[in-house]
């Protein structure tokens, strides 16, 4: 435990649940490995989509192939969620002050706003493409940013440790 956290993240990390969590010889592995299993689905479909906006897999309609990895993607992040969180509250203080998980959490955020962006500025031109169409420039934008920002992420998670 790290006594410069803040007053919330020591309280978690303090808790019955996250002492839970730590006690446990199956829960916190199982967390861990359920976190990277998610993950590689996670990845997965966040490649197919990416690769699709940069103009990849042309033979494909967008929109159908977008519709369907969106939601192995929400499913995955979904799951990434509830495995993240059993691993942040069993060590609570000192991830909230670890510099590269604050920078992960941020990623994530980016990563966040570009599904928004690309929601609200790309879709509308994406989603009744025929096979074989251009995609628009604003796509590929979209696109590139995810696979940055996401293989950012899955590169600052592995790398918390090391902090």
Not at 31 to 49: D, E, K, P, Q, R
Not at 83 to 103: D, M
Not at 116 to 132: D, M, S
């Amino acid at each position: 435990m790290t006594d410069a956290a803040p007053a919330i993240f020591v309280a978690l990390e303090q808790s019955g649940f996250a002492a839970a969590i730590r006690q446990s010889p199956w829960l916190y592995p199982a967390a861990n490995v359920g976190h990277i299993v998610i993950l590689t689905l996670f990845a997965g479909a966040i490649a197919v989509m990416d690769v699709r906006l940069l103009g990849g897999l042309s033979a494909t309609a967008p929109g159908p192939l977008l519709a369907r990895t969106r939601n192995v993607a929400l499913a995955a992040l979904a799951g990434m969620a509830v495995t993240g969180s059993l691993l942040f509250s069993a060590e609570a203080s000192h991830l909230a002050l670890n510099p590269v998980f604050q920078l992960k959490a941020i990623l994530v955020a980016a990563g966040l706003i570009n599904v928004a962006v690309y929601q609200f500025w790309a879709k509308p031109a994406v989603e009744h493409l025929a096979p074989g169409a251009s995609m628009p420039a604003r796509a590929k934008v979209t696109g590139a940013l995810s696979l940055i920002i996401w293989i950012a992420v899955a590169a600052c998670g592995r790398s918390i440790a090391y902090f």
